[in-house]
Structure formats: C-alpha cells, structure tokens
C-alpha cells in the first residue's frame, strides 16, 4: 500500500506594524492553516514553530511594508534550520 507523500507546504505572510498574518497552503492550494502573531521577536518564533509544526515549508511569501522590511524576515536567518 503506497503511503501519501508530505504535503509540501507553502506560507504567506501579510506583515503590519502591529501583527503578522499567514496563511499556509499545500501543493494544491488547499488552506491548511492560519495564524495571527504580534510584529515582535516573540511574535516572529511563535510563527516559525507554527510553520514548522505542519511539516517543512518549501516556500515562504511575504508582503512587506516600509516600517517592518528592515526586521522581516532577514532577521530570521539565524534560526532558522532549513
């Protein structure tokens, strides 16, 4: 019996001052979850295990305005194990 493959993961991050928003697809589009994080250091790791805990995501997206493209997400590089 064949097993199903991992779905490969997308995410897609909306950035604000206040909070970050994803969104995180499979190979087909299908909504596989959603997350609400505060636009802080505690904030970005809570979105990172998030990601992290639907499997190994193969793409990451991000809007980034002015204010937070400076933090976001070149402030992730370092932890970051993929």
């Known amino acids: 019996m064949a097993h199903p ?3 490969q993961v997308t995410i ?4 604000h001052l206040e909070v970050h ?7 087909l589009g299908r909504r596989l979850d959603s997350i ?4 802080t250091p505690t904030g970005s790791a809570q979105l990172l ?3 992290q805990a639907l499997g190994d995501p193969v793409a ?3 809007k980034a305005p002015g204010p937070t493209v400076l933090l976001w997400p070149a402030s ?3 932890t970051t194990s993929w």
């Open 49 to 51: 295990i998030w990601a």
């Open 5 to 7: 493959a991992a779905a």
């Open 12 to 15: 897609g991050v909306d950035t």
């Open 36 to 39: 609400q994080t505060p636009s």
């Open 21 to 27: 928003v994803a969104h995180a697809v499979d190979q």
């Open 76 to 78: 992730w590089l370092p």
């Open 60 to 62: 990451w997206a991000w």
